[in-house]
């Protein structure tokens, strides 16, 4: 049975699974779930996902959500094939610590900043509510410490865990894009190494393919 994915073909979460996917050419049914509609909030979604979000993946019967923690099963599954290392060999200790440092480094320090931007300065713009400056003030701030901090690491390695893709990197995309959308690409173009990775992430295959919204592929 192919896999199936259950998003929405623009969220942030849905645009981390599918990258994964396309970079293990993993075979999958998307199955589109309607936000506005809260498709995601009816019975037979929640009896999936139960915090009523998006995505989840059913793989012959295997239920999961969390997007990273989808993206680390797919990693793992066909680590045989696609793109090679996006999780480290689970034998190489040191590799695999370096992998979750970076992991942990992009949900704390990178999205937690970017979100708030992206919450405030497009999704409740269309949503018609006004934007609170101040908040985006404080993300903009801190998301400066922290980019400073990535220049000075990608100015040594050519990724965030070191000379090799991972996962912690692709997961950069959906909200580094956001912050282009919102008119705030400076953050990441004002620094040459991080915008040498950035750039180079957002010209991957993988990522060309779903930047305009999900599509099956099987």
Known sequence: MVLKLYAAPQSTASLR????????????????????????KQAQHTEKNPFGQVPYIDDDGFVLYESRAIGRYIALKYAGQGTAGLIPDQSDIKALALFEQAASSEFANFEVHAAKIAYEKLFKVRLGFPTNE??????????????????????????????E????????????????????GGLIDSRPNVAKWFNSLLARPSWVTIKDGITSTA
């Open 165 to 184: 893709l991972t996962l912690a990197d692709l997961y950069h995309i959906p909200f580094g894009t956001r912050l282009y959308r919102a008119g705030l």
């Open 134 to 163: 101040e908040v985006v003030k404080g993300a903009i701030d801190q998301l400066n410490v922290k980019l400073d901090v990535y220049e000075g690491i990608l100015g040594k390695q050519a990724y965030l865990a070191g000379s």
């Open 17 to 40: 699974v599918a990258q994964v996917l396309h970079e293990k050419n993993v075979p999958f049914e998307f199955i589109p779930i309607d936000l506005r509609a809260k498709e995601q």
